[in-house]
DNA sequence: CGACGTGGGTTCAATGAACGAACTGACCGT
DNA sequence: ACGGTCAGTTCGTTCATTGAACCCACGTCG
């Protein structure tokens, strides 16, 4: 989408932001390295998405300013992927379509998102009810909700399992 | 991508919604829709948007409840498509992309949202900062904004030059 | 030393979706 | 009877996605 044929006519910054995130897996990549997914092969089991396409998401995602590449260690040469504050700037729409879809969809809660500070749930925007103001993204903490599988097969999943707070690296299976 | 392949692993209410408004030119449709955009040939030219493209979209979102199909005149026979509830409710979503959309890639707003009551801009998640309160759909009004182009070619974006409250059905070009 | 494992990719053939142009069909006005 | 509008469907071409296989640099185990 981003390549080749884009939304021409129009001159509406939601067909930017569409041409940009609005392909085929990349908002859940920015989902995935807000909850504090980094690397490749993360990604990877995670989202069962194809090979090719994680790369070439996380290419376009980092030329665009909202991943940044990262080399967290020399050798072997090995890269992370966090999320810049341009994709940060992401949470409330990605709060608010998650919201949406459980709202009109689902019924059970996956996971629950906390005021760190308060331990209040988050409203529909990320903002605190108790404390009145929008929550800063690294001040929010996640944890599973009523809906979620409490032994899923892969260690992606399992980590996230644990509360944590948004943008913190996941934590290595401690079986 | 609703049909065929989804996103089989993600127990996600991202990934749900995504997997009924993720496909390209969805969103945009929801979009226009909520503009007041009701008839396919309305459709049609302001998106710029595949025949084949709006006639299967517009058949999906009428299957998951987001537009509902009405019959506004019996010979011809000629339906028109309306966001219902459901998507109405994809609004603070939309709002929150294009504003990320404006405020990272773009400069100028195209369009202005105001609370009709009291005439103040809206924030980031579709509320009135001077009420206080968040802004039903029905009493949002939109208006060109300064990046808006003042001639457009099409009759659907002169439509739109027009401030009108959302949701009402577009005035037809009167000149 | 050599075999195997791991992380992070690239390549490739097959499939599916999107594109745009052409066609259909019901109706209206003249 | 003729042309025009609206709302599609059909169809051949192009483009994107998929899944499997392959690659390579390194680290580790025996």
Redesign the pocket.
Known sequence: ?A???DYATQECSIARALEIVG???TLLVIRDALYGVR????FLVHL??????L??R??ALTAEGILE?RRYQQ??????YVPTERGIALWPTLRSLGRWGREQFDQEQVRVFRHAACGTELGSYGECPACGTIVPVPDVVMEPGPGADPDPADPVSRALLRPKRLLTPLEPDPV
Do not use: F, H, T
């Open positions: 989408m390549l080749g044929k392909e085929r897996w690397r490749y092969n993360d069962g998405i194809p090979r090719a396409v790369a070439a996380l290419q590449k050798s072997p040469p090995r890269d992370e």
